[in-house]
């Protein structure tokens, strides 16, 4: 069982930069891939972001590509997601998520075994 916990969202303008947390409880969090997702009013959940258990390889949505950056610290239990040049159609509530299978970096949300209750993300013009 993993807990996952995001914090660090939060109102920002256009052009700004947030850095969003997800801390995992649990003894197996360097065993599973790691995402986040995200969910705009009206929208269905999209994949943003995916990294492989080892952090060694990434991937990113093509409308976040260039700004938005995933990593972890497996020592800490934690996965960041680092977004600069914050636009408004990036608000939403963003998700973290974990995956059983953990050399994917392209997580579906059919396959996702863990969610975070979320972290809302909101960016004015």
């Known amino acids: 069982q993993v807990q ?5 969202g939060g109102l920002v303008q256009a052009g700004d930069s947030l850095r969003l947390s ?6 197996t969090f360097s ?10 009013p009206g929208k269905e959940r ?7 258990w080892s952090g060694g390889s ?5 409308s976040v590509k260039g700004r938005f950056t995933i990593s972890r610290d497996n020592a800490k ?3 960041y997601l680092q977004m600069n040049s914050l636009k408004p159609e990036d608000t939403a509530v963003y998700y973290c998520a974990a995956d ?3 050399w994917r970096t392209s997580l579906s949300i059919l396959e996702v075994d863990y969610w975070g209750q979320g ?5 004015s013009s």
């Open 4 to 8: 996952l916990v995001e914090s660090g």
């Open 22 to 27: 997800c801390a995992a409880s649990g003894r």
């Open 31 to 40: 065993s599973h891939a790691m995402g986040w997702f995200r969910q705009a």
């Open 46 to 52: 999209e994949f943003v972001a995916g990294i492989r």
């Open 58 to 62: 990434t991937y990113y949505a093509d």
């Open 77 to 79: 239990n934690t996965v």
């Open 100 to 102: 059983n299978t953990r």
């Open 119 to 123: 972290t809302q993300v909101t960016v």
